[in-house]
């Protein structure tokens, strides 16, 4: 009864080394990466890695399911905070490969767009984050610490534009940049920040690749 046991735990921890490694390198690099470079950053050979995952969309699929897993459970604890919550949501996600890899696949890569969009259980969950981030954003405005002139597309655009930026310097810029820019991001999100934004608010609906 052990040695199952050990191979079935083997196997669990090859997977998750899999889909940590995936989830990186995708982030970093988009989902074009070679699954030989995901298997060495895995420390698993490559016919484990065909072994788990046969194909490179069955990898995606899985690296999308859980990103977004992560961000909703993520999105679900920010609620608690109250009018904060957005921000709060911001600030704990933004070095978190799942939201980078989140963001990526979602407003700048087609690919695995199409793959979220083939899969029931990622467009599910997709969609419960979306809800959960709008009313993040109410919240806050509600409050008083969000501008009222944004909505969510907009603010999801912005840090992907940002976070973008940040992972293509990184190790140029000190770490302190990093925080300064992001900082100076959230800034111009809250309610007084005195200047005036050209064109309308974005919701979700013209930006959200899941509709």
Known sequence: MTEPQTLRSDARRNRDQIVAAAKTLFAERGADVPMEE??????VGVG??????????ALVREVARESLAV??????RAQADGGQGWESFLRVLENLPDLWFTLRST???????????DDPRAFATAQELLSVINGLVRAG???????????????????????????ASAGALPDTVH??????TLDGLRTGSGSTLP???LTPDPMDPLR
Do not use: C, W
């Open 38 to 43: 995901i298997a060495r950053r895995a420390g």
């Open 48 to 57: 484990t890695l065909y072994r788990r995952f046969p194909d490179r969309e």
């Open 71 to 76: 961000l909703l459970t993520h999105a679900n």
């Open 107 to 117: 407003v700048l890569s087609p690919a695995i767009r199409t793959v979220i969009l």
């Open 141 to 167: 405005q509600q409050a008083g610490t969000l501008r009222p002139d944004v909505d969510t597309g907009d603010i999801v655009i912005l840090i992907t534009l940002v976070i973008s930026g940040l992972r």
């Open 179 to 184: 925080a300064r820019m992001l900082a100076l």
């Open 199 to 201: 064109g309308k608010p």
